[in-house]
């Protein structure tokens, strides 16, 4: 069975500058999908950035991107420009390739807080 | 386009009852899955769905169960409440098998049991 581990249970940054959230999993597959959601207040879970595991490069959506390390089962998040609208708490998530019936494996999440 | 909607919003409801929870997905979405959402084990994949066929289940007990539609629509099914059961149920909708763009979620329903 596949594990997501978030180490960093909160996290506090200042407006405008940049955090990088942990994230490592344990998987014997060779292809798979990892992603970063976002959920705010309002409980939607919101994609932020999706990797696949047979790219090298790493995925970037604006402010945000991934440092994907594949032999070291590592995928963090990097927030650059923090924004007020960045607050929320994040979730690494890992699916199997193969149509995904297994669904998404999630870790614990990382509470981030955007200081003004 | 309208999102993944979830109805109800919130539902309290008594030990020993049964309840069933509503999810819409994206239109033209095949493919619906459940999470449950708790502080203590976070989330956690209850079953997915695709063309009205359970393709997996997570590891929960019997009393819960679901079902797709003929349009996607997928309920789910929780019977002889406890009182763990309180969580946020979360659904998630996503094209078909196959590729895995991302799943779009609901904003879940909240179910606090008494």
């Known amino acids: 069975a596949q594990t997501v581990t978030q180490s960093q249970p909160e996290m506090s940054v200042q407006e405008a500058e940049t955090v990088t959230l942990s994230c490592t999993y344990d998987?014997?597959?060779?292809?798979?999908?990892l992603f970063w959601y976002k959920q705010p207040p309002s409980r939607q879970m919101i994609l932020v950035i999706r990797?696949?595991?047979?790219?090298?490069q790493n995925a970037t959506e604006n402010r945000f991107s991934v440092n994907f390390q594949k032999a070291a089962k590592s995928f963090s998040l990097k927030i650059s420009d923090s924004q007020l609208g960045d607050a929320a708490m994040y979730f690494c998530?890992?699916?199997?390739?193969?149509?995904?019936?297994?669904?998404?494996?999630f870790g614990k999440g990382t509470h981030l807080i955007i200081q003004p | 386009k309208a999102g993944v909607t979830q109805t109800p919003r919130y539902l309290i409801k008594t030990r020993g009852q049964q309840v069933t929870l509503s999810c819409s997905p994206i239109?033209?979405?095949?493919?619906v899955s459940w999470y449950q959402q708790t502080p203590g084990q976070g989330l956690q994949f209850l079953f997915e769905y695709f063309s009205e066929t359970q393709r997996n289940k997570g590891n929960f007990p019997g009393r819960f169960s679901g079902r797709q539609f003929s349009n996607s629509r997928s309920e789910m099914n929780v019977s002889t409440l406890e009182l763990g059961d309180s969580a946020l149920y979360l659904c998630?909708?996503?094209?078909?098998?196959?590729?895995?763009?991302?799943?779009?979620f609901g904003s879940g329903t909240r179910l606090t049991v008494v």
């Open positions: 239109s033209g979405h095949r493919s």
């Open positions: 990797q696949e595991a047979y790219k090298q």
């Open positions: 998530a890992y699916a199997n390739s193969g149509g995904g019936a297994d669904g998404l494996t």
């Open positions: 998630a909708s996503r094209v078909a098998a196959g590729t895995i763009y991302g799943y779009t």
């Open positions: 998987t014997s597959e060779s292809d798979y999908y």
